[in-house]
């Protein structure tokens, strides 16, 4: 068999494995391993390991994850999701389905400064829920707002999902980030309307709790401010070159921390368990990295993403329409696979391919544009059955209410999601113009 057939292959083995629920990593490092043997040998696969994964995890631009991670941690040890919701609750909560655009706004703030979809989701449902349940909102509506919610986090900026792309596009981190902000933006706009028409048509779904006195709406911004100024501070340090995305991490950790101390949440045994935890969740993504780098040396030796690139280069299709079908892989994907497996598994074979598209854009801003489309079409594969992991996370912890009804309620959310992919594929300047700024 040739190194093509060997590639595709072994890419369908690996989707097949990772969908009946092996760890990512071992996966990726099974049938990489295997491909690398067949396609070069043990010595070549030897010499490989001697040197790549070493190179890999000492690597100084992933030492942003852990940072990113333990912001996270003390992010959610301070409280500050409560506080996010809350403020939100008293500004909007006296409309009809207010609490669910309320819910939408804290998992969008608590998303600047956790990065992770499913702990943002998780947080927010354990603040958010039993609120929403108290003034009598449908279980649909309400799951499926923090499910969708939740997606939220590893779009907006600082997102590990970004960081990881960039890492194995070798892409500015910083860049990056500034393209999430205004398909971010328009993500949270698209959402609440989203909710106000569903609750237009069903008003018994998300009844509308009580106006809160102009007083207490201002006071409630006290504790909103923290979390403002660490995104600020994080975001706007990278944007003016004050300091790398490293140090921004750094900065944002120590100020995340700061806050949950100041907030006397912080006392040694929780700095232990955060400092424990993030310990974990890198120890993972570093093994998931490693198991990603065999895959991909087996893959460049099969040749498979150069073929399919040629193949697809000289199909007759114009670049759009590619871009399209690689788009509706993803949704495929998505409903079977998470979203770092995704990532890793197909950024290889599918990256260079666009790239090398003529599309009216430098290289660079084609790889941004790509990104963040991806990045979004991951996020809709986080709550599209059959697997949608978001769904599965809070519905877990929504007592009572069925897996069909919260799938039910992410309805309005993949159609507002839909919506947002064909903007940003019309207009790539949404995405585009910010980090177009920095140059």
Not at 114 to 140: D, H, Q
Not at 244 to 264: D, F, W
Not at 335 to 344: G, P, Q, R, Y
Request: proline letters at 5%; aromatic letters at 10%; charged letters at 10%.
């Amino acid at each position: 068999m040739s190194g093509i057939g060997v590639g595709g292959l072994l890419f369908v083995v690996c989707i097949v494995l990772i969908a009946l629920r092996m760890p990512v990593a071992i996966a990726m490092f099974v049938v990489g391993a295997f491909g690398f043997v067949v396609l070069a040998g043990w010595s070549a696969f030897l010499a490989f390991l001697n040197t790549a994964p070493f190179g890999r995890v000492s690597n100084y631009s992933l030492s942003v994850v852990p940072l990113f991670l333990l912001m996270g941690q003390f992010a959610t040890q301070a409280g500050l999701s409560r506080s996010l919701f809350e403020s939100a609750r008293a500004w909007i909560g006296h409309r009809r389905g207010g609490l669910a655009m309320a819910a939408i706004g804290g998992c969008a703030a608590f998303g600047a400064i956790c990065g992770s979809s499913i702990a943002t989701g998780a947080t927010m449902t354990a603040v958010s829920l039993p609120e929403m349940r108290r003034y009598g909102y449908s279980g649909a509506l309400a799951t499926g707002t923090l499910a969708a919610g939740g997606t939220l986090g590893i779009l907006i900026p600082p997102s590990l999902i970004l960081v990881i792309y960039a890492i194995i596009t070798e892409q500015s981190v910083g860049k990056l980030f500034l393209a999430a902000i205004i398909p971010a933006f328009i993500a949270v706009v698209g959402y609440a309307i989203a909710i106000a028409l569903y609750v237009r048509f069903n008003p018994e779904a998300g009844p509308a709790g009580p106006r809160v006195a102009w007083r207490e709406r201002l006071r409630s911004l006290k504790h909103v401010w923290p979390v403002a100024a660490v995104f600020l501070v994080v975001i706007g340090g990278i944007y003016l070159g004050v300091f790398t995305p490293t140090e921004g991490a750094a900065i944002g950790a120590a100020a995340t921390g700061l806050i949950a101390a100041l907030y006397r949440r912080l006392d040694w045994p929780a700095l232990r368990t955060c400092l424990i935890d993030t310990a974990q969740a890198t120890a993972v993504i570093f093994l998931i990295l490693i198991g990603a780098d065999v895959y991909n040396a087996f893959l460049a030796l099969s040749q498979l993403p150069v073929e399919l690139a040629n193949a697809l280069g000289t199909s007759g299709l114009s670049p759009m329409w590619i871009l399209i079908g690689v788009l509706l892989i993803y949704l495929l994907l998505g409903c079977v696979m998470d979203s770092l497996a995704m990532i890793l598994l197909t950024v290889p074979v599918f990256f260079p391919m666009i790239t090398g598209l003529e599309f009216g854009l430098g290289e660079e801003s084609v790889a941004i544009w790509f990104g963040i489309l991806v990045l979004i079409v991951v996020e809709v594969g986080l709550i599209t059955p059959p697997i949608g992991l978001n769904v599965y996370v809070i519905n877990s912890l929504a007592e009572g209410v069925s897996l069909t009804e919260s799938f039910r309620g992410t309805i309005p959310y993949l159609l507002s999601d839909f919506v947002r992919v064909a903007i940003i594929l019309a207009v790539p300047a949404t995405c585009l113009w910010l980090p177009g700024m920095m140059n």
